[in-house]
């Protein structure tokens, strides 16, 4: 069931993004540690797949670094983003939590070999974060674009999915040509779905 949550009256992305993150930074913190908790139970239910691309939530975003854990527990090799300048992505391998350092923006990032970003292409999951999606599979990233220009160089037969909280899965968001739609979405609350995406 797609949740109905007020949001602001302007539609535009800068007021949905005011609007939910505002309500993750109200969120008490057991209940995100719960999300948390219920979010890496889920990934499990992403495989089996020999590569997936993941990340490691910065605060306020759902999840934890148990996502990529539990993804590289069930036998897949994980790849994380490794920051850099304004582009697409460039990934290294996840081997374990004590192998992050501290990146970025305030991002844990593995301390290996960089990828470069046409590695994407392996994935045949990529676990990708976001601000909200609706029901056709429109994201809402943060802004930066960095996903906007890595996620061309992905699989097209790759399952895109999206990790939110259950209310950040919505009705409807704004659209833009260069938008490429999710196929599934993760939440807390419901696990693993597909959604109505279709090809653009």
Do not use: N
Request: aromatic share 4%; with cysteine.
């Amino acid at each position: 069931m797609v949740v109905a949550v007020p949001m602001p009256d302007e539609r535009d992305k800068q007021a949905w993004r005011a609007e939910i993150r505002g309500r993750r930074a109200r969120l008490p913190e057991l209940v995100y540690a719960a999300e948390a908790a219920a979010l890496a139970a889920a990934a499990a239910d992403l495989g089996p797949a020999e590569w997936v691309c993941a990340y490691v939530p910065m605060r306020g975003e759902p999840g934890s670094v148990a996502i990529p854990e539990t993804l590289r527990d069930s036998g897949s090799r994980v790849l994380l983003p490794v920051t850099g300048e304004p582009g697409p992505l460039s990934w290294g391998e996840f081997t374990g939590a004590g192998s992050l350092r501290p990146a970025r923006y305030g991002l844990l990032e593995p301390a290996g070999p960089v990828l470069p970003p046409e590695t994407v292409a392996r994935a045949e999951v990529l676990l990708i974060p976001a601000l909200a999606v609706d029901r056709r599979g429109v994201r809402l990233g943060q802004g930066a674009g960095y996903y906007d220009r890595t996620l061309g160089m992905a699989d097209p037969a790759a399952r895109r999915t999206v990790v939110v909280r259950d209310d950040e899965l919505v009705e409807r968001l704004p659209e833009e040509p260069h938008d490429i739609r999710m196929t599934w979405v993760l939440t807390p609350g419901s696990g693993l779905r597909r959604l109505d995406a279709d090809p653009r």
